[in-house]
């Protein structure tokens, strides 16, 4: 035990001092738990204890949202990219055609896929709060959720664009769409020139979490010279 | 008060004109205050779900709602500082929000 | 928050989550597959803070009281056995 705390006039929200986090630097980390999040270790030991959720159903969760992360939507853009008849798929029915490729969007209400073309450029935020496909991308990143992006992407999304150093020609229609009801949105963002010798796998690298939020476009491919047959 | 299931925009279809109601309203709300009283279109119609604003406070939601992806200029909205006269902007909104233009 | 007026920049710096926000993630979750809580009453709770709350607060932070509120709400736990479990918790913290 680590016998009398002091509080040292900082209350809950700053932890503890503890001389154990002298030497014990994840005793230290503990201790930066804030006020919430320590309320929240005590909700979960009072839910299991009374039965109401599992150990097992927690870590569940958490295995489920380590598993989803940008590399699947990665894999459903590259496919896409490929196969014009999958394209169509995942446009008129994207639930269905994320199981095709094995990924279960079933906790999903709606997903809805926005394509990016040489004419319009999709840009997805969610104003009332921080709806977004986690199912398919795993978590959003910080400046999704933040008051900064879903203010301003509304009004400036250009501005806001500039800033992940993304510049649309003035002939191209940017839509911003605000996910304010149950539709998870997912862009799929134009195909990068110069890329027809790359394989599938290749072209998803291509694809990053940014360009399927709309923010960036995907990558360019790295100028190395295709062999063979020319122009 | 009795508001029917698709409220006054029944079965609303690609291209309608629509206004947003601009009421006020207690309780949770998920149409965002930027397009209220705005006038847009209706650009896809994604069926129908139930209404958030009743399973904010536990029930069931039931009946559902027809919900509507409804587009604005963005010249409409931010007038005089929008960015671009080209650029459009889309909200997801409940038929008993809208009404047509 | 839509088109509220701000010059803020975009922080597109990310930091990986505490253990606790991912237990606070995970336990909304299983909530939810329990249809112990619903994404709709979640959002309700958020927003019935205070402002001046809803702003110091940080993104889980909003997430863990509002679960707390949910839960309390519904008579599945009471905020009175939550601070003694809290109490209880606080010594073994600290201990390898």
Not at chain 2, 50 to 72: H, I, S, T
Not at chain 3, 27 to 36: D, E, Q, T
């Amino acid at each position: 035990m680590t016998g009398d705390h002091d509080h040292n006039g900082h209350g809950h929200a700053h932890g503890h001092d503890h001389d154990v986090t002298q030497h014990d630097p994840e005793a230290a980390e503990r201790n930066k738990v804030p006020f919430y999040g320590q309320r929240m270790y005590a909700i979960r030991e009072l839910l299991v204890e009374k039965g109401i959720l599992t150990h097992a159903e927690i870590q569940a969760e958490i295995d489920y949202m380590e598993s989803r992360t940008p590399a699947n939507g990665a894999r459903l853009v590259a496919r896409a990219w490929v196969d014009p008849a999958f394209k169509q798929r995942l446009l008129d029915n994207p639930k269905a055609a994320c199981a095709e490729m094995g990924l279960d969007a079933a906790s999903l209400t709606e997903l809805v896929v926005l394509e990016n073309t040489d004419r319009q450029h999709h840009l997805v935020v969610c104003t009332l709060c921080s709806c977004y496909p986690r199912a398919i991308l795993g978590r959003p990143p910080d400046w999704y959720k933040s008051f900064a992006y879903r203010s301003r992407a509304v009004v400036e999304p250009r501005a806001v664009m500039r800033e992940f150093g993304t510049e649309l020609a003035e002939d191209v229609e940017v839509r911003v769409v605000d996910s304010s009801a149950d539709i998870r949105y997912l862009v799929l963002p134009r195909r990068p020139e110069h890329t027809e010798g790359l394989s599938e796998e290749e072209l998803a690298a291509l694809v990053t979490r940014d360009s399927m939020i709309g923010v960036t476009e995907a990558r360019r491919a790295s100028p190395t010279p295709t062999p063979a047959s020319a122009a | 008060m009795g508001r029917v299931v698709s409220g006054a925009s029944q079965a609303l279809k690609p291209g309608d004109r629509v206004r947003v109601k601009d009421q006020l309203r207690a309780g949770h709300v998920r149409t965002p205050a930027y397009v209220r009283g705005k006038l847009g279109w209706v650009e896809r119609v994604h069926g129908e779900f139930r209404d958030p604003e009743k399973l904010a406070y536990g029930g069931d939601g039931l009946p559902r709602q027809a919900l509507y992806m409804v587009g604005f200029h963005q010249t409409d909205l931010w007038q005089p500082h929008a960015e671009s006269r080209r650029d459009n902007l889309y909200v997801d909104i409940y038929a008993h929000w809208l009404e047509r233009a | 928050m839509g088109g509220r007026p701000t010059d803020a920049p975009i922080e597109t710096a990310e930091h990986a989550l505490a253990d606790w926000e991912i237990v606070t993630d995970a336990v909304n979750s299983a909530l939810g597959r329990r249809g112990l809580r619903s994404t709709d009453q979640l959002r309700r709770a958020m927003e019935d803070m205070p402002a001046d709350e809803y702003l110091a607060l940080s993104y889980y932070e909003r997430w863990a009281k509002g679960t707390e509120q949910l839960l309390v709400e519904q008579h599945i736990l009471s905020a009175a056995e939550i601070d003694r479990k809290m109490a209880e918790l606080e010594p073994t913290w600290g201990v390898s």
